[in-house]
């Protein structure tokens, strides 16, 4: 059974950074791919960038390209979400889940194999 549990998460003022951690347990097949979501207050859950398993492919949100970093250290099983620049409308709860699909991660898909979360609150 696979575990994902996120951490890393804290309270920083606008511009700074933090770097989020979900670190993986259990069997995960290579061409799965492992997705960083957020969950605002009032929001719905939305994707914000995910990495292949086995291959440094990557895939962002708009809204994350060019401030977020998404990697992986195949030694820890672990994914990191670098976020760089934050700005007050970051400010969610974020989630690591599994994805699955075929062809590009832009058509992957989230699985059920949510943690609990990490909250990230930006000060303006």
């Known amino acids: 059974q696979v575990q994902l549990v996120e951490s890393g998460g804290g309270l920083v003022q606008a511009g700074g950074s933090l770097r989020l951690s979900c670190a993986a347990s259990g069997r995960i097949f290579s061409s799965y791919a492992v997705g960083w979501f957020r969950q605002a207050p009032g929001k719905e859950r939305e994707f914000v960038a995910a990495?292949?398993?086995?291959?440094?492919?990557?895939y962002y949100t708009d809204s994350a390209k060019g401030r977020f970093t998404i990697s992986r250290d195949d030694a820890k099983n672990t994914v990191y979400l670098q976020m760089n620049s934050l700005k007050p409308e970051d400010t969610a709860v974020y989630y690591c889940n599994l994805m699955r699909g075929a062809g590009t991660l832009r058509d992957y898909y989230g699985m059920d194999y949510w943690g609990k979360g990490t909250l990230v609150t930006v000060s303006s």
């Open positions: 990495i292949r398993w086995s291959i440094p492919s990557t």
